[in-house]
């Protein structure tokens, strides 16, 4: 196995790992954002304030977006296991 083979392959599960993720990570960003400026408008400092919002809306982004997550995985893991005679001969 060469070197630009594992580099390559490194490169494209960083890819699939961060796409796979940003979904997830902008929904808690988006709704952490809006908690953290009405606690601050409002003064109230509740930590399972900002702590139960994000929670739902990253289960609700998972349901959404849960089978272009699944697709996106189960391809890369498919083109990974049909690769293999090539990257070890």
């Not at 993720?21 to 601050?40: I, K, N, W």
């Amino acid at each position: 196995m060469s070197p630009e083979a594992v580099i390559n392959l490194a490169r494209s599960a960083v890819e699939i790992t961060l796409l796979a993720s940003a979904p997830l990570l902008l929904a808690a960003l988006v709704v952490g954002l809006t908690v953290s400026v009405f606690q601050a408008a409002t003064q109230i400092n509740e930590m399972t304030l900002s702590f139960i919002p994000k929670l739902a809306a990253v289960f609700i982004t998972l349901i959404i977006a849960g089978p272009w997550i699944l697709t996106v995985l189960t391809d890369f893991m498919r083109r990974l296991f049909t690769s293999i005679p090539t990257l070890i001969g």
